[in-house]
């Protein structure tokens, strides 16, 4: 199953972007290849710039708090496992402090280095971080695997409150929902929100020639599946379609 996700709001958005970010940070500085831990360089600078939004941090400290008090709620409740409910409250009150804690920039250790500065200026130029153009970089690059990833590790550190704050949000969020089987007749599927305010659309569909081409407002969901080409340009899919929609609201 191939799963497309579509963020109702801007919170939303910039946690599924950070999971993404993060997932190839991880992957790349994993490795002992000098080529990966170049892709690990690039993704560091995106990785700063969206922790560094105020912006972000204030909405994701105040969505903590709406859903702890929600979850606060079904303590009581005898249909609820509570050891579960009290272990997520608690991851909760951590994730949040530890958000709430970083206090000035967590980027500033990326964004005052005069190296990755260095680095970053030249990405967009082609060929401009080759050996000619920074020896430093090459020099880098060519020192022992193990020495690249602790001072890519160092970079990353005061960002990886971020990194447990949107998987923590993420899994809360995508489990709110329950997955219905539907079919897009002819390629297409419609359905009004019927007043309902929600987070987070989930897509899951077997065919992996398809991919869905979403829209979304508060008085209609569309979904349009088109066929894949790699060379010429998407065909709507003029075919039924099964699949899973899970509309999620935490």
Known sequence: MIVYEYPFNELVRSMLRL???????NHFTRSDDPE???????ILFDLGDI???GDIKSLLLKEFERQKF????LKSSQKVDQQALAQTLGEIDMVASKINQSAGRPNSMISESEWLNGIRTRLNIPGGTS???LPSYHAWKNSPSTERRKLLESYIAPLLPWQDACQLFLRLLRQSGEAKDVV?????????????VYQLM?????DDALFSEISANKYLLSIRFMQADRDKKPQ???????FKLTLCQF
Request: aromatic letters at 8%; charged letters at 20%; proline letters at 8%.
């Open 19 to 25: 999971e993404y970010l993060f997932a190839r940070f």
């Open 36 to 42: 990966l831990h170049h892709n690990a360089i690039a």
């Open 51 to 53: 922790g560094a939004r």
């Open 70 to 73: 929600a979850l606060s709620g």
């Open 131 to 133: 050996p000619i153009d």
């Open 184 to 196: 897009a007749h002819n390629g297409s599927f419609q359905q009004a929100p019927s007043g309902k």
């Open 202 to 206: 989930r897509i899951a569909v077997e």
């Open 236 to 242: 709507p899919a003029n075919k039924d379609v099964p």
